[in-house]
């Protein structure tokens, strides 16, 4: 069963405001603005409706803004392509509970409405979720407050970007280093890598045992947190004569 939107938020505070929803905001102002410029009036409502929505359409993440009651209003083709719809009209007027399983849509539906109470804008939460074809997908969503020429807040705007091959690298990487600290731990020898400064960067088990601690207590630490003053100025001289020199 496809799972609740993770409300795992990473990168800028919550007070900034995504550079993605600045770019549409900013290609809304910039359509009106040509159109204007080209005219000499203020632009066409449809004619401007239009010229965003073919800008909108062009880029590679989705795209959407949607009303208090969490009825989408636009969407561009990369939201239609993502939940298996032809095209991006098919969408407008519907919820996300016509479009997710109810755990999903009550997901998003409860997070959109404490943005639409709190006026405070999400930015980078990562979402996991089922496509259509039921694959995982994990998307980077932003979401900010709509406002109208009152200040009143009449929907919400956002931005979601793929970030699966993102995930599954990240994935694969901490498999990587889980089969490499297994293995090394492994070793009944002391192992373990420092930096120009001697500060510890990996330490096998044994060495940590020795020490009375943890593996993972040892990294950024140098000998003189781990030893006596002399025994710990012999190690770091004995080490760094090896850096100086590149000889072992």
Known sequence: MAKKPLVRAEGPPADAVNAQVRRLLAANAQVQADVKGRSGADPDEE???????AIIDQLPERVFAKDLQGRFLVANDAVARDRGLEQSEDIV????????PVDVAQGYFELEQA???????????????????GAHKWLLTSKAPMRNDRGEI????????????????????????????????????????KDRQSRFVVANRAVAEDLGRKPEDLIGRTDFDLHRGELAAKFFADEQRIIASGNP
């Open 47 to 53: 004619v401007t409706v239009t010229l965003l929505k």
């Open 115 to 133: 943005l639409l109470s709190t006026g405070e804008p999400m930015i980078d939460v990562e979402e996991e979720r089922l496509d259509e074809n």
């Open 93 to 100: 007027g519907k919820t996300d509970f016509d479009l997710f």
């Open 154 to 193: 009449v929907g919400l705007i956002g931005v979601g970007r793929d970030i699966t091959e993102r995930k599954r690298i990240d994935e694969d990487q901490r498999a990587e280093r889980a089969l490499f600290r297994s293995m090394i731990d492994r070793v009944p020898d002391y192992l373990f890598v």
